[in-house]
């Protein structure tokens, strides 16, 4: 009977850690926007700009360890189109903090 009470914890716990994780994209999703829109507007020199969300997903931290601790962050992919140009911008959000950064997905060579 404790196994299956064990058992049952887990998945209980796992479902409400995913609903979380649900909850928090949904809850940073405006702020991702506005971090993409604002700096699409500025690289491309245009106000008239549609976002669109293309994905998004919770993220682990890169770093854990007994002495490293990390920040759990959303991570959404966003397509920002306006004034005949197109760009897409990864923005993070991380958890616990109140604003997020839109970062250029092009890797520099």
């Known amino acids: 009977m404790s196994q299956r009470n064990v058992a049952l ?5 796992a479902v409400v850690a995913c609903a979380s ?5 949904a809850d940073k999703q405006e702020m991702a ?3 993409a829109t604002a700096r699409a507007q500025f690289e ?4 008239q700009t549609t976002a669109s969300v293309l994905s998004s997903e919770m993220t682990q931290p890169a770093l854990e360890g007994p002495y490293v601790g990390g920040v759990e962050r959303a991570e959404y992919t966003i397509g920002v189109a306006g004034c005949d140009q197109r760009k897409t911008f990864i923005v993070i959000c991380p958890e616990g903090g109140n604003g997020c950064f ?3 997905p092009r890797v520099s060579q």
Do not use: G, Y
Not at 21 to 25: A, D, E, F, K, S
């Open 9 to 13: 914890a887990a998945i209980t716990t």
């Open 21 to 25: 994780q649900q909850q928090m994209l």
């Open 33 to 35: 926007i506005q971090a």
């Open 44 to 47: 491309m020199n245009c106000q």
């Open 102 to 104: 839109a970062a250029d």
